[in-house]
Structure formats: C-alpha cells, structure tokens
C-alpha cells in the first residue's frame, strides 16, 4: 500500500553531504584567537602595504566595539571569537607558475568536488580561482584574459598588483563598520579574488571562484572585489563546500561589486557549505555581507544564489542602485532541511531616477529548519519613476519547519511603485496524486514539484551551474530530488 | 533645543512624565486599588514594574521605529484622576445624533464615561453598557475572568501603564445567545482647558452565539494637546460575533494610541475596520488572536492623511487553532509631508492547519513629501496552509486617469474618483447601511479637504452638503 | 483486463458507491453515465488509487492482480492511466521533463532501463503529430495557464504518450467546443487496441457520437442500475435522467 508521506518526506529529506571529506594538506596558521597582533600577523604574511594594515586595524577597533546583530530570526550558541583561527594557508614550497605545480593533495580535493581545475580549464572554459582556507591557491586562464586587460587574480596579488585599483574602491560599498560581521572581515580577511573589467570589455568566459573550508577550528573570511568598468560585462560564480565536522565553523566573507556607467555584473552563488549533521550539530555559520553599486548610469547588477549549505546563512546580497536608469536584480533559492537555519533575502535601494529593481525568492524548508526571506526595497526622494517587484514564495515540506517572510518597503516620492507579493504553501495532495497518477513516486515527485517551484531563479544561473544547483537542490533534499 | 535636558529611556523631552506616572501611581495606589480583588491589585503593581522597566516606547525598538513619540510626549500634561465635569455643557459637546443612524450612545470626556440616563433597550435582557469603573465594584466576576487577560503587558510599555491606571472606560457585555439590535456608538471626546494625558480602558464581552454592533469614534473637541493611551479587550465567546469600526477624526495636536486585544474562541466572528481620517498621531495596534477552530476574521482599514500628520497601523493575527481564516486590508493615501507606517504580522502556529490567512497594504502618495514605511510579516510554523500577502506603493493609476480625462473629466477631479474608488474599497465593506454612507460622506469631504479642521464629532459633521462630482457611477470606471 | 466486484466505497462516513459490479474484457470501450453526485468521478479515483476513500467491501482485480493492495504509482505502472476532470498544475515543471520521468519510473519498475533521450523525443513528436496538438504545449509547465481544452489535450496527449492498457476518462468532454471534443475523440479512436480498454466516464450523450461504446453504463446513487448497448446512451439523451430515477422508484 501507501507508503505514509511524512515517512517519505523524511526519506525525501534525509540526504547526506557529499562533499565532507578532509583533505590532508600541510597548513601555515595564525596563532588562536584575535588581537591586534593577528591582524598585524596577516597583514605582514602578506607583505601588505601599511594603508592596508591601518585599514584591518580601524576595522579591528571598531570591531571591538560592536555587536552582533540579533534582529534575524536565528538562534545560536555564542561564538568564542578567540577560539578560531584566523588565518590558515596551505603552505607553499614556491611560486606555483603552472596547473601542474599544485599541490596534488589539492588537485584531488577539487576532483572530489567535481570541479577540477584541469577540466574546468580544458572543457567548459571558465576561469578558476580556487580559495581553500582563506587564500587563493590558483587562478587558471590569466593569460587569456590578460590579453582582453582583465585583471582575474586572487586578492593578495591584486593588493601587490594593482595596489591603487583596490585602494581606490576596497571598503566604498561596504564600509569597514557597516556591520558586525563586515567589521570582522575587514579586520582579518585572508584572500579571496579580485576582478577588474576594463572599459568596454565583455569578459568572453565565466570567472568562477570555488571557496572551500579545509582546516579545522578555521575561520574563513574572504574578500572579494569585482569593479566593471564603463560599458563592461562580466558574469562571475562562487561555489563552496566545507568538510564534515562537529563543531561549528565561522565564515564571514564579504563581497563587493561596483558597475560603472553601463557596465553590467552578474554574480552567481551556489552555496553548499557543510550544513551540520541531521541533529543539528556542526556546521558552518554563514555571515556573508555581499553589496554592489551601480554606481554610474544604465548599470546592472544581478545576484543570483542557490543556498543549501551552512547550518545558518545570514545574508543579503544588495544593490545600491546609484545611477539613473541602473538595474538590480536578485534571485534565490534556498532549502533548509533537519536543523539549518536561513535568514536571507536582499535590499535594493534606489537612488537614481527610472531605477529598476527585482527579487524573486524561492525558499523552501524541511525538517525541523527555519527559513526567513527579509528583504528591504527603498525608494528615496530623489528616485522618482523607479520600480520595484517582489515575489517571496515559501514552500513547506513537513509540519516542524518554520517558513517566515520579512519584507521592509519604504518610499519616500510619489512617482515610484513598489509591489510585494509572497505565498505560503506545501505541494498539495492532488499535486502528488496526479503525479502518482503517472507512475511517479512520491519521492521523485516532490523533487519535480520542488524544481519546478524552483525553475524562476534556476534559469537565471549560467549553464555550468545551472546542471550542479540541481544536483545540489537532490542532495539537500535527498538524491532523486533533480 | 536646550530644552531637551530629560533622555527617558530613548526618548529626549523636557518633561519627564514617566517619573510623573511613577509618581503619581504611588501617590493614589489607594484610591486606584480601593475596589480591587488581590489579583488585580497585583497586575497593577506588575504593571506599573513593567513600564518602569521599559518606559514610554522609543524608535530603537523594531515595533516603533517609524513612530516616534518624542514630540507628543513633549508637553506639560495634567493627568485626570477623577471625570471632571463641572463647566462642561454636555448637550453642547455631545450634538452627536446622525440622522437616522440609529444607536445607543456611549459618551466618555477625557476617558471617562459619562452617565447621560440612557439605557439600553435590551437592558432587562442581561446587556450591559456602563462604566469600567462600574463594573469593577458590580460585574466583579466579568472583571476577574476576563481584565488583563488578553492584554499583555509584559511586552507592551503603555499597555502596561493603561493596566496599572486603569479605572474608567466603557464596559459591555452581551449574554448568551443575545443578538443586540442597537448599534452601540462609544463616543471619545477630548475637552480641556490645557494638555491632557488619558487613559481609558475597556472591555467588550461577547457570551456564546451573541453579536453586537461597535462604532468607536475618536474626536477632539478643541485644539489642545490631548495623549490618549487607550486599551480594548475584546473577548467573542464561541460562535459570537462583533461588528467593529474605529472612527478617528483628530486634531493635529493629539496623539492617540489604541491597543485593541481581541480574543476569538471557536466559530467567532470578527469584522474590524479602522477608519482613520485625520489626527496628529495615530497608531492603532490590533492584536487578534484565533484561538478556536473556525473562528474568522476580517481586520480593514482605510486612512487619509495629510500635513504633518501620522498614522501607524500594527496588526498580529495570531493563528493559534487549526481551521482559522483571516483576511487583512489596509489601504491609505497620503498627502503633503504625511507619513504612514502599516505593520501586519500574521503567525501561524505549528498546530494551526488548514489556516487560511491573507494580508495586503495598499498604499497611495500624493506628495514627494509623503513617507510610507509597510512591513508585511508572514510567520509559519504549520504546513498545511494558505498564507499570502502582498504590498504596494504606487500612484494613481495612469492609464484610468487617461480613461477618465478622455471622458472629458478634470485632472483634479479624476484624481479624486480615483483616490475615493481607490478608498471605497473598504468603505463598501461597512455592513451598517447609514454608518457607510456617512463614512462614505465624510470621505469624500476628506478628499475634497474640507474636513481638514474637526470642529465636530465624525458622525455629526454639519459642513453642508455640497453637489459634487461623484456622482459618475464608478462601477463603471 | 478489469473485474469489479461488489464495490462500496465511503468518504466520511457517507457512502458512495453501493456494490458495483462491473468486467472490462480487452479492446472493449465502456460507457458509464449518470447525473452529477452519483458516484462516476468516485469510481474512476478509487479504480486509480486516490487514498481519500474508505473501502468497506468488494475488489478490484485487474489483469490478475488485486488492485487494492498496491500504491498508486503501482496501478500507473500496471497501465492503469486516469484523464482527469480537473487536471491540476504543476508550475515549472515543463511537460517534457514530466513524461520522462514518468515514463521512465514506469520503466523502471518494469525493470528497463531509462528510455534513451532520443528515442523519447521522437516518440514526442510523433504522439504530436497523431494527435495535432500544437508543438508549443510541449515546453509549457504542466497545465499551467491552460485553457480549459488544453488542459483535456494535454491528458489525451500523456494517455499516448504512456500507452496505458486500461484507460479511464473522467468527464473529459466538460468545457470543450465541438472542435477539441473532436480532437480529443479521435485521438481516443486512434489509440483504440485490440488489447487495451476505455472506461469513458461522461454526463452528456454528446462525447460518445464520436467515441462510440461496446456497452454503456447507468450510474445511478452508487449502483450500476441499467447496462446495454450504445442504443442505451441515445435512449437516455432522450428521455433525460428522470427516466432513470422514475423507473427506479
């Protein structure tokens, strides 16, 4: 007969993380915990230049002085800031000048991962930087874009590099004490990647950035900083994973993007960092503040992120939609399944006239999870004509999960119009009966429904992600879920 | 300014009426607790501990961050212990009768009601309407099941400050089975010679299979500052049910809050609508609980602001059965450097299945100068259901002002059908056919501005009737 | 193909189907008609498996297999296909990703190997082409946004594309014009088999002008009151279910 759906639904839900395995790898850390001296130590590790260090060190008082925002809907044990560290590298013998250089043990995570570099490289042509533990190990494909002017290189390179590009733009988007968690990042932040699009250049490939968290008791906290010049167009990826481990993990990285006068960035996410086990325990916390501006006329930027991992994201990627006529968009799907907590959603703020902003969120909950879509539209005085549409749908799989909608909407002038719209629901009985209908099962069912629901912001991901966010939705939520 | 020496608790004034209240509690717990069982005396001290811990709520606090009540506390208040009704001319003040709105008038002058020797029709069938103060010392059951229970003051500062205060107000209570065929009007005026601080306190009872018809209008009489903190619990025993309408027509100076706890047992039925059309400062935080199978129920606003004026509206809708329905509509316009804030906040319990639950504000500016800040809030912790909610802000729309001008109409006068067609949408929701007409009446005499100053009671406006352009069928639109 | 035998089925308490008795040999096509609320669209869900229905009595055995016992994928697989009346949407799901993996469940359970992409879609496309329906319906998500004979197109087009051995209608003519009733007829003709069978399940006489019946039905207050030839439909067009309920006071 029947099987019983919460059975299946727990069957459904019950999948395992695929990607926490450990890679043995020989590290070069920071002393535990926070002080100046940390900050000095990362600095210094990375031969900094002393504007650099002032700024950590800014940040790290200010910091100091902060606190944890609790206005989300999540719930955690207090994190000890001085029990992590802050600084992990894999240790290097010398200067990797070629793929063949890298640390096999390496080679073989990022072929566990599926996305080896060698492949990635040879067939889908994307460019990698790859950030294991704070810093980048390898970035592919410079030289092919070298030629087009891009600079593509990890953010410690750039800061040697181009020292004057990142001086100019670090920190302009997301001030070193915007938050809590900024405040940290800018203190501490290890690598990550940087990108620069110059004038008019339509960067020919995706530029893709793999994060991962290897070491234990490690925090991460990369920056990443991506400026599109006037008339640019880049379409950026960011994928993580962290191994499996009891004990929670901190990640707060912060992301920023400046679109100049018709420069568009699209930036996408497939987040999957280690969610904890099915009672709860370990996993990473995922304090992320990602924010772009569009700073100069007719930009465009565009967040697209499928969140399944981490045991909590906090998260709100945004556009400051400064220029007249720019656009900002954002796209999310996340799952929460046993006991992981989601508060995320975007904020779009329109400065400039005739601005245009979207957010469709898809959340989708199980177990005993909690996911919150909080988002803020605002439209200030000078932002006449502009627009905004929301659409926050929640899908309930399973009667111990909480699916919560927060939206703030604030005008400020008479000629612009926001809409919000959101539902609530679970796929419903004649759903599954017409698919079971069909010789479906239940199981395969709900992860038809459950793609479907989620096919408005999985179109939106380029090609190579689009294939690995389905995978990914199956795995959160079970193996035929795709 | 120099003057604002005094931080109470986030809020910078030159008076410091929380030590004030403090004060003044200790000085007449006597009298105040005179007639209490030992359990109200307690929720009082528990009360008065509450708003001392938490004070006057200030826009650091996530519920109160678009309002602030700075400047409305900023002033010298006397606080009226005892009614005062020496020099007043009753006849005069209460001129309320609406022509053909037929109902049974309540009066309260400056939060405290005021015996006028009507009675009920329905008296000797068990109805009652009399004073709060009344019904501590006659209705002392009604007073012990039900005071306080629904109004919590543990989270709410000036919920906690009206429990520990409070005295006078309305009372009503309907028995079992009892359909009350008047419609009871409460009728809340403001009248004195400086800036008062009020505080009436209410109970509606609703016995099993009841209902009862509520018109609460707020109005000032004159043009001193008045600070109302109003609180209403509202209980609808199972299968009653209670018709509802806020009428709030206030001065500029006045900053009124009404906190309205309802309580919904099974297969109750609520219908509440807030009608707000002018006043300083309003904020009207509707708490409605489902706490039966079945129970339903709607929670309508509409306002019309202007000038400098403010309007907050707060709605929880607290799904805590399975099998409920509720439906929230909020729609405002607002004018000049008015600013609104709407708040709904809808929580499905984990039990609650099968609730059905929508929520909507709608919102139109007419000035560049016009703020509006909505917050519409889904919470759910029950799958099996029906949650949908939905905000706008926007303008007239253009494409029905190109309809109407085509049509020959004025610019200024289809901006006002649109604004009114964009009104009457809660307006046609009024079941009492004379009170929706003179609500309709007195929208469109808002839209026309001619109601910006309130000399009279909402329901007594004697501006004469003018012919005006709404006669076009806007069916037809 | 399908033996019914003294069938009652309740929902709440209520009973619904009072002992129906009913054999569906191979290549035949059955008729069942009756007013509206006597227990039509009831049979068809309990036939497909729907867990709504409390059987008190009765079984039904189809191709050897007793029907009750198995889910209601199970029963798909076996080749049992229901059209509904009301097909629900699925937003986002494309057609084409819903047939596959239909398709390949049923095959699965079969023990087969998934259908290659290729094959599957050819065998889209030539369904297409038999039953005319426009190549956009395709790529469309399930049922959404469709119009009410689109929606009937749509069922006609899945009962091909699955080739079920007993197929059952559920008032697939209601909401059609003459010119998708048409449709929806032929593609039912073309798919008429020697060895599969129809379970038409329709108020109106109209629909079996083009589909026509080996037997037709009368259901009437749970009860199989009157079987016999089409000449049956014709009569109850005429005479109107009064007739019916008049004889059977």
Redesign the interface.
Known sequence: MEKDPNNILDEVTQGEYKYGFYTDIEMDTAPMGLSEDTVRFISAKKNEPEWLLQYRLDAYRKWLVMTEPTWAHIHHAPINYQDIFYYAAPKRKKELTNLDEVDPELIETFNKLGISLEEQKRLTGVAVDAVIDSVSVKTTFTETLEKQGIIFCSFSEAVQKVPELVKQYLGTVVPSDDNYFAALNSAVFSDGSFCYIPKGVRCPIELSTYFRINAANTGQFERTLIIGDEGSYVSYMEGCTAPMRDENQLHAAIVEIIALKDAQVKYSTVQNWYPGNKKGEGGIYNFVTKRGICKGNNSKISWTQVETGSAITWKYPSVVLMGDNSVGEFYSVAVTNNFQQADTGSKMIHLGKNTKSTIISKGISAGQSSNSYRGLVKMTKRAENSRNFSQCDSLLLGDRCGAHTFPYIKTENKTSIVEHEATTSKISDDQLFYCNQRGISTESAIGLIVNGYAREVLKQLPMEFAVEAQKLLSISLEGSVG | MEMKGIIMDGISTSFNIKDTLLKLFDDNIGSLSEKDTPEIAEMRRKAIAVFARQGFPHTKLEKWRNTDLSKVLNHDFSFPMEPQTQDVNFEEIFRCDVPGFDTHMISQLNGCFIDRGKTLLQANTGVIACSMAEAFIRHKDHIINHFGKYASISDNGLTALNTAFARDGVFIYVPDNTEVEEIIQVVNLIHSEGDIFVQPRNLVILGRNSSLKLVQCDDSVDDNTGFINSVTEVVLSEGSRLDHYKLQNKNNRSALINNIYFHLEAGANLSTNAISLNGGLIRNEANVKLNGRGAHADILGVYLMDRNQHIDNQVFVDHAQPDCTSNELFKGILDDQASGVFNGHILVRQDAQRTNAYQNNKNILISDKAVIDTRPFLEIYADDVKCSHGATVGQLDSEAMFYLRSRGISMENARMLLMYAFAAEIVNRISIPRLKQRIDDLVKKRLRGELSICEQCVLHCSTKEQKVVFDIDMSKV | MLSIKNLRVSISGKEILRGINLEVKPGEVHAIMGPNGTGKSTLASVI????IYDITEGEIIFKGKNLL?????D???EGI??G?QY??E?????IT???R???N??RK?HGLDPMPASEFLAKMEEKKQMLEIQAKLANR??NEGFSGGEKKKNEIF?MAM?DPDLAILDETDSGLDIDALKIVANGVNKLRKPDNSFLVITHYQRLLDYIVPDIVHVLFDGRIVRSGGKELAVELEEKGYEWIKAEMD
């Not at chain 3, 016992?69 to 994928?73: A, F, G, K, L, V």
């Open positions: 497909s498996g729907r867990d016992e198995m889910s209601i994928e029963r798909a697989s296909f229901l509904f097909p629900v699925i937003p986002g799901v494309s990703n819903f047939m993996t239909a398709i469940e049923q359970y998500s399930v899945q699955l």
